[in-house]
């Protein structure tokens, strides 16, 4: 079905954009709605497990993947002390070849001007995305509840037949719809850092890191850390989880500097010192919050995307392929109504997406105690179990992987091996 109605989206981030291609490509005529005076994304690495690579190659994106990927060959767990290997997940062809997608890292911004460039394609199918930047919403005016508007902070009033709020964790479409505060804070915060590459190459005690592409994890008391290669070795991207300090917690984020980031991690293997202190200054601490799980994400004709509605740890690398997923299931339910048909099938989408999304937020949310355990019992406990890991916690990587099962037959009859 072609829609010829409209939607406005509020949010340009990696689930706003993957949203607006969506509808895009089942004919809706989208508008994007976003605060910042550019669209962009953070200085930061992205992995998409298969669950959201295939829906992005899905969306015909796949020759624009391939130019700005990495591919991990295996995900790595590591102990704190001694970075011993606890245990090895393949990865690579496996998960080609098993969950018919790849497992794919990138810097953020190559990921959102893939999804950008792809929304503005002149020759793409359906109608261009329209963009409107410095477009800060501030309510949504239901008045008329089968023609919602949303209102931005200078005035402007955009009117659509739908209205999807993907404004991140602290969204305000949300807060307009009037549902509970589910804002928690888990005491954690999270170091960012992308460190060159040949930095890394050219000292010693880090040159292994670029033997070989990997997703590695090490697991120490009360802290973690995540690393992996992108753009193919440029960058060494580099997530570090520790509890928080009282000024981050207040003030959300901050720059970090190299010696914080040392020191961060007293008495972990002298490899893990090495990698950081060559963070060259433009590393940024984040304090983490989540959203408690919740299955109301719609009101009428306005709907939430992503962070808005299930804003996760990052312990699980999961939160924008969730929000791609919604995107994904949304389209497929917009797309087969009319107008009259709205309000049921957000409701629809809702009830394929809220408990998948719910049980991702809890499993990541699980994670912040199994990562951190202090060293004991407990621990080794974990590291046996770790040995035979097939997913994080009590979710199995088949079923993270395997995604929310989508009716387009183009998905359908998508195969990774053979193309489309
Ligand atoms: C350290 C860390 C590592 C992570 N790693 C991964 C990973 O490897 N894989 C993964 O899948 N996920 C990962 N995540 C999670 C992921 O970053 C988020 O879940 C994802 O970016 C959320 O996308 P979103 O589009 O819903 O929201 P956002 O990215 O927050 O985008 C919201 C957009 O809306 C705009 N906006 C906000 N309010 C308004 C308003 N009132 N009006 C107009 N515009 C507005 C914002 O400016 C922004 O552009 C990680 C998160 C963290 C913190």
């Known amino acids: ?8 989206i509020v949010g340009g981030g990696l689930g706003g954009l993957t949203a607006a291609l969506s509808l895009r490509h089942k004919g809706f005529r989208v508008t994007v709605l976003e605060q910042a005076p550019h669209l962009g994304e953070v200085g930061a690495g992205i992995q998409t497990a298969p669950n959201a690579s295939r829906i992005l190659i899905g969306l015909g994106l796949r020759p624009q993947m391939a130019a700005i990927h990495t591919e991990p060959q295996d995900q790595v767990r590591r102990r704190w002390k001694d970075g011993r290997v606890l245990a090895m997940t393949a990865l690579g062809e496996r998960c080609k070849r098993e969950y018919n997608a790849p ?25 261009v995305v329209q963009f409107h930047t410095a477009s800060k919403v501030v309510d949504v005016d239901r008045a008329d509840s089968a023609r919602p508007v949303a209102v931005t902070a200078t005035g402007e009033r955009y009117d659509a037949d739908v209205i999807i709020g993907a404004d991140g ?14 804002l928690e804070f888990s005491g954690e915060m999270a170091y960012r850092a992308l460190i060159p590459g040949d930095k890394i190459a050219a000292d010693p005690a880090t040159r292994w890191l670029v033997d070989r592409f990997q997703s590695t994890i090490w697991y120490g008391p009360d802290r973690h850390l995540v690393h992996y290669l992108i753009r193919g070795g440029q960058y060494l991207n580099v997530v570090a989880i520790v509890p928080c300090s009282a000024e981050i917690a207040e003030k959300w984020s901050g720059p970090a500097s190299a010696d914080e980031l040392v020191e961060a991690f007293p008495g972990w293997d002298d490899r893990v010192g090495a990698m950081l202190a060559k ?3 433009d590393a940024t601490v984040w304090a983490m919050y989540y959203r ?3 299955p109301v994400w719609t009101d009428g004709h306005v709907a939430l995307l992503g962070d808005a509605c299930h804003a996760m740890l990052p312990y699980q690398a999961q939160g924008a392929s969730q929000a791609m997923e919604d995107a994904a299931v949304l389209a497929e339910e917009l797309g ?8 049921e099938a957000l409701t629809r989408y809702v009830s394929r997406r809220a408990k ?3 049980i991702v937020q809890d499993a990541s949310l699980r994670n912040k105690d199994f990562y951190h355990l202090p060293d004991g019992p407990e621990q080794r406990a974990r ?7 097939d997913g994080e916690s009590e979710v199995s990587y088949d079923w993270l992987w395997s995604g929310t099962p989508l009716h387009d037959p183009d998905l359908e009859a998508f195969s990774y091996q053979f193309g489309r």
């Open 103 to 127: 497992y794919w890292h990138y810097h953020r911004a190559d990921l959102h001007r893939v999804l950008h460039d792809a929304c503005l394609d002149r020759l793409g199918p359906g109608p």
């Open 336 to 343: 087969a109504v009319p107008a009259d048909g709205i309000r």
């Open 279 to 281: 963070s060259e200054g």
């Open 356 to 358: 998948h999304a719910g």
């Open 1 to 8: 079905m072609s829609q010829t109605y409209g939607v406005v």
């Open 169 to 182: 964790i602290r969204s305000q479409v949300r807060d307009a719809l009037g549902l509970p505060d589910t």
């Open 383 to 389: 590291d046996e179990k770790l040995k035979k890991f």
């Open 292 to 294: 408690r799980r919740d």
